[in-house]
């Protein structure tokens, strides 16, 4: 069953890149999954999945232990600084970096274990309330102090656009996003690439692919609703 629905949700992806004259190859599907059982995981994996996106720390280090070390993890979710050494050598992108004390945090750690960590800048888009991320204003300077740091790589912008029923009404997101990322690789700042963006999740991927998005993050439309009831 979840292999069905990786093909629709890659067939859609598929039209996507099409209908805007884009590389397949260019945009990388994120299997968001998040409160799903390591098996549903393995599912996944074996239909020839190797990235995945997670928003706990401590999921991420059980599933890391469970699953092929071939896996690339994204950490997709709020990030606390004092659990940053935890994943640091576990995931190969933080899309959701919206502070420089928390960069800094990821430079020290990333320069204990010799690495340079590739990072996002999560942009509140919509400037909702309940969402974390920098203002779209406040990005430019947070990439520029970021930028100093020598073990963290800013590659992009990542956002999460508003919940809405027409997938339509958050193109104009998309569109500011993609803007957004082309001001601020204009500013030609060292070490800070805007060669990603991460943005588009089950209701809305395949807008954002034909927006510009270069990583969607898809949970729901793979692994199916999520039960927050039961795991508690
Ligand atoms: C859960 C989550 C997703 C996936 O959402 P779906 O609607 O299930 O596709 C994407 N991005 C972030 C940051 C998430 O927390």
Redesign the pocket.
Known sequence: MLKENLTEVEANVQTACEKSNRDRKDVTLIA?S?TKPAAMLQEIYDAGVRDF?E?KVQEICEKYDQLPHDIRWHM??HLQRNKVRQIIDKVCMI??VDTYRLAEEINIQAKKHNLVMPVLIEVNIAQEDTKFGVRKEDAILLAEEISHLTNVQVQGL?A?APYVDNPEDNRKYFQEIKQLAVDIKNKNLDNVLMCKLSMG???D?AVAIEEGASMV???????GA?DYGKNK
């Open positions: 968001v998040k996106g928003n997709i979710g899309h959701s990542m999460v999740m089950t209701g991927y993050r898809v949970g729901t439309a793979i692994f999520r």
